[in-house]
């Protein structure tokens, strides 16, 4: 078990839709980065939520944006969708820290295909 | 700028044979090291984590990594595999003062029954 919960688990979308995707942390984390894996490449960050608000951003289009709710999950937006965002994206959780990594806990991922 | 380099792509050997996986890093100060495993179709799990102190760092597994200094690595090794350890292995460190994991692009290993 991950204590990250991820959903949903693969996604088929077509060029220029839309797509949501949700993450629940593991229980007493209010930190919680988004990463895209891309097939074959090692996962590159996208950004980080805490206290409701980004903090951090990665280099990512401004069609990935996100969102964390007060219970702390997030979900993550892909608007205009390419098919190079076809991916695994990886939600990881953690107690804030001035690092933000020692304690990351990472769910299973949410594979997108876009055709 | 910070960065993390894995060499081995792709690596295969037989069970009992030992295990060696190269990872590079590229920035001063404070070093922090990672390497994450992530079995087929699982999350990615912490192998072992390096911050100060002792070079040698004992992880889950059976897996151990020696941080070199002098060379800027962090390889991961295993005296000697089984099946269940194929999987892919990430190398990752810590940006400085902010929150995000720099990833290696991962080494798929492979090992033969």
């Known amino acids: 078990d991950a204590g990250v919960t991820q959903s949903p688990t693969h996604l088929i979308k077509t060029r220029g839709q839309q797509v949501t995707l949700r993450c629940s942390p593991k229980?007493?984390?209010?930190?919680v980065s988004w990463y895209q894996q891309a097939l074959g490449q090692g996962p590159q960050f996208i950004f980080q939520?805490?206290?409701?608000?980004?903090?951090q951003r990665g280099n990512f289009p401004d069609r990935f944006s996100g969102h964390q709710f007060p219970n702390y999950s997030s979900e993550l937006n892909v608007n205009a969708l390419l098919l190079g965002d076809s991916a695994l994206y990886l939600c990881?959780?953690?107690?804030?820290?001035?690092?933000?990594?020692?304690?990351?806990?990472f769910g299973s991922g949410t594979r997108l295909t876009v055709v | 700028a910070q960065s993390v380099s894995q060499h081995n792509h792709h690596v295969i050997l037989s069970e009992a044979a030992s295990l060696e996986l190269g990872c590079n890093y590229s920035?001063?100060?404070?070093?922090?090291l990672f390497w994450y495993v992530q079995y087929p179709g699982q999350h990615l799990q912490l192998l072992l984590k390096?911050?100060?102190?002792?070079?040698l760092v004992k992880g889950i597994k059976g897996f151990e990594a020696e941080f070199i200094k002098s060379k800027f690595s962090f390889n991961l090794r295993k005296p000697s595999v089984q099946w269940s350890d194929t999987a892919e292995y990430f190398c990752?460190?810590?940006?400085?003062?902010?929150?995000?994991?720099?990833f290696g692009q991962g080494t798929t290993l492979q090992v033969k029954p």
């Open positions: 990881a959780s953690s107690p804030e820290t001035g690092y933000g990594n020692y304690g990351y806990t």
């Open positions: 229980s007493g984390h209010d930190t």
């Open positions: 939520y805490y206290e409701e608000e980004e903090r």
């Open positions: 920035y001063g100060g404070t070093v922090n």
């Open positions: 390096y911050f100060s102190g002792d070079p």
């Open positions: 990752a460190s810590p940006s400085s003062n902010t929150g995000k994991l720099i």
